[in-house]
């Protein structure tokens, strides 16, 4: 006769533990790469992801991010880690409702801004967006509320001197202006964003995608599906 050995708690707690590690790798690979990456001078921000602990090869790594969702909460942080830029002064960076064909800018961080800002946000169910914005020193900066915010489709732009660039390829003539990167270790489950002020024109090393690097916690991509100009021009009937 078969003994049936009982489940010893210690080993429920282990498998617990484990379909949720499971569970967290899934989701973090649910999100396709990019197709073909995207080519640029990795150098100094490769040594700045390992310098914070980050497992992350910058031109294998690239997830197909273009547009994103708020969680279920609508709460979420955005830090500015890094800004290498002659035009840091000036470029400043937020959110616009990937769906619209001429798309308002909700400005997060002013070009005033520099390495070590953070804001804290909330999508509201209504559409409105409030920012709190606050400086390295965690003084507060003020806020700011915005209306007719899609929560669940919008996209992330930088604006300069350098122009206009949004994490849509599809809205910078199909190149890459923002690369987006799954957070690895203690930061699974977030997001780097790290955007380039000028027009994309590898292997010219001024593409370079430090110029200005977002940490952002608590929003997801929306799985990349194959996009035109002309299918989000569609959606308005234009």
């Not at 199909?174 to 590898?202: H, M, R, V």
Request: aromatic fraction near 14%; include cysteine; charged fraction near 10%.
């Amino acid at each position: 006769m078969e003994l049936v050995r009982p489940f010893h708690p210690f080993r429920i707690a282990t498998l617990a533990v484990a379909v949720a590690l499971l569970a967290v790798v899934s989701t973090a690979g649910a999100f396709d790469l990019r197709a073909p990456q995207v080519g640029f001078c990795t150098g100094s921000l490769q040594s700045y992801m390992t310098s914070v602990g980050e497992n992350i090869n910058l031109t294998a790594d690239q997830a197909n991010a273009q547009v994103w969702t708020s969680t279920v909460s609508g709460n979420s942080d955005f830090t500015l880690m890094l800004e290498l830029a002659g035009y840091a002064a000036q470029n400043a960076i937020g959110v616009y409702n990937a769906d619209d064909v001429n798309p308002t800018l909700f400005q997060i961080f002013p070009g005033s801004a520099t390495a070590g800002w953070s804001a804290s946000i909330h999508f509201a169910l209504s559409g409105s967006l409030t920012v709190h914005l606050f400086d390295p020193n965690s003084n507060y900066q003020g806020s700011t509320v915005y209306q007719g915010v899609n929560r669940n489709k919008f996209g992330f732009y930088l604006q300069g001197p350098g122009g206009t660039f949004y994490s849509q390829d599809v809205r910078n003539g199909g190149k890459a202006q923002i690369l987006t990167y799954a957070g690895t270790g203690y930061n699974s489950g977030s997001w780097w964003q790290c955007f380039e002020d000028l027009p994309y024109q590898y292997p010219d090393c001024l593409t370079d995608f430090e110029d200005a690097v977002l940490f952002v916690e608590s929003v997801n991509p929306v799985p990349a599906r194959g996009t035109t100009w002309g299918a989000v021009k569609a959606l308005y009937g234009r």
